[in-house]
């Protein structure tokens, strides 16, 4: 009878699910902000959608990383780019007020940054 190794834990996944943190903190001051007499069912709508995407973007990592272990250079580059479109996307988590705001390229950047991480999900 051996006793079963599990795997030991990858530090570079702790290090990047350090990016979901920051966009927790993120997420939080967009909500406080928002918070007021006159823009708290806005704060609530775009919290919804921006927590949607972030939250399946972990939720999608979580489940690879649970069923796979990938030990070669090719998914360690492609995890990289990956975080460095939700990086992006985190980034510009700003408040409701910017996010609204036509003139302001933070909504556009998120969306795009969005699209970019979940095509590579495709892949």
């Known amino acids: 009878d051996q006793d079963q190794i599990l795997p030991h834990v990858n530090w570079g996944d702790l290090f990047f699910d350090l990016f979901y943190v920051a966009a927790a903190y993120n997420l939080g001051v967009m909500l406080t902000s928002a918070m007021n007499d006159q823009n708290w069912l806005r704060g609530i709508i775009y919290y919804i959608g921006t927590f949607g995407p972030l939250w399946t973007s972990w ?35 700003k408040s409701v007020e910017s996010l609204a705001d036509p003139k302001s390229a933070e909504s556009l950047v998120f969306t795009c940054a969005i699209l970019c991480e979940s095509i590579m999900h495709l892949a």
């Open 59 to 93: 939720e999608t990592s979580m489940f690879f990383e649970s069923r796979y272990t990938t030990v070669d250079y090719s998914h360690r580059l492609f995890e990289v780019v990956r975080y460095l479109f939700v990086s992006t996307a985190v980034v510009h988590v």
